[in-house]
């Protein structure tokens, strides 16, 4: 890598390499039966050259011909997109224990038995659908090296699955997951109660149409901060098209929603001590008690707004592809929820009529940036009295993110699924408008 970063030195007037390696391997089975088993491993470096103003950029899966990677970079310099700011210098990080040796020890047989291992003890607790159980084994190591004498490197590793319980006849269900940084056993209560929740939802029910209660589960909350992270992001507010421009320091929701970035929560996998960009990461707040504090940036979009770096540029997307082919932007990849002051059962109880948003379809859907939504429920269940009835038929949930999390009943005490991938909570939301496709 240093001899890459020097040759591109002598055409450029700045450079930086990132390098990212992955390995995984993983196994499925459903019903008892191994459905698919696989190992992967990839590896890649991105080049970018700063030369006069301007910004070139090329990646490769190797480093056999460094020289043509230094051509494709300098030959895209004639794309003329402009880059004023400066890679970044070394500095004090934050040390983070990420890696596991373990996870190098587990063998795809063990990861085919604790896959029907799972799928025995919730056929046990006698569900009535079928099983599909995944899990997977992994480590990735990430070095960036630039022309301002950073030279960072970071190893994670990363031990997970899940179980999915499909509705009888159908590819729709409930799952449960569980990700550590190192070979564990799952979480057998919260599976247990993922099971309840499926049994208590098998019938399906038509529901009322009309404004009520929604209580939006951590696997459907993205609907939501997809919609507050557009609009937060530093390239919206460059281009002021976010609906929050002009509003730091005022509030704009419910003063029970707090949302901040962690990147040292080593309470999940995927904490960093720097970025895609080697910029040292922090705790970053976004919004306070329903107060908007801050866009958050990566350098391009730090230097066109004259901020400081949050830290928060990251390559990728999420819509997939190699990661080393994307360039950094803003991304709020370690966003996190103040938890509040009530139970699952109990927010439950706090509907007298509405719905729980488990799953969704059509996330896209509707102006992003502008915070509008309308989503199908996959699967949705309807909630009377304080008590689930069932799942709902065809269900939608439609309004504006921001509007909607205005009206925040209550936001769970911690988070629903203790052994996930987010820790997020769940989130009770009042008068929203849900509507069925024959309404």
Known sequence: MKELLDKALEAAD??????????????SV??????????????????RIIKDGMLGTAYTKNLLDREELVRNAMASLKGRVEASFTFP??????????YDDSVEKVSPGELQERASGIVDFIDGLDVEGEVSVGVGSGSDRIRIVNSSGLDVSQ????????????YPGTETGIYASFQWPAPSDPDWDY???????????????DIPTGRMKVLFMPTSLYALTWRLGAGASGKSFHTETSPLLGRAGQKVLSEKISIYNDPHDLSVTGARAFDDEGVATRRLSVFDRGVFLTPYV?????????????????????????????????????????????????????MDRGVVVFGLLGAHSGNILNGD?????NPGFFVEDGEIKGRVRDGMVAGNAYEMLQNVEAVQNGPYNPAGGSRHPCILLDDVSVSTRES
């Open 14 to 27: 700045q450079a930086e390499v990132f390098h990212l390696a992955e390995e995984s391997i993983s196994a």
């Open 30 to 47: 459903r019903n008892g039966r191994l459905k698919e088993m696989g190992t992967s491993i990839q590896s890649g470096y991105s080049l």
């Open 89 to 98: 210098g070394p500095g004090e990080m934050a040390e983070l224990d990420t």
């Open 155 to 166: 190893a994670s590793s990363e031990y997970g699955g899940a179980a999915l319980l499909h």
């Open 191 to 205: 599976i247990e109660k993922q099971v309840d929740l499926y049994k208590a939802t098998i019938p399906q029910v």
């Open 298 to 350: 990566n350098l391009d979009y730090a230097d066109k707004l004259g901020m400081e770096p949050t830290a928060t540029g990251y390559r990728g997307s999420m819509w997939g592809g190699e990661t080393v082919a994307h360039q950094p932007t803003p991304s709020l990849r370690h966003l996190r929820f103040t938890y509040g002051d009530s139970g699952f059962d109990e927010m439950l109880r706090m």
């Open 373 to 377: 939504l309308s989503v199908g429920m």
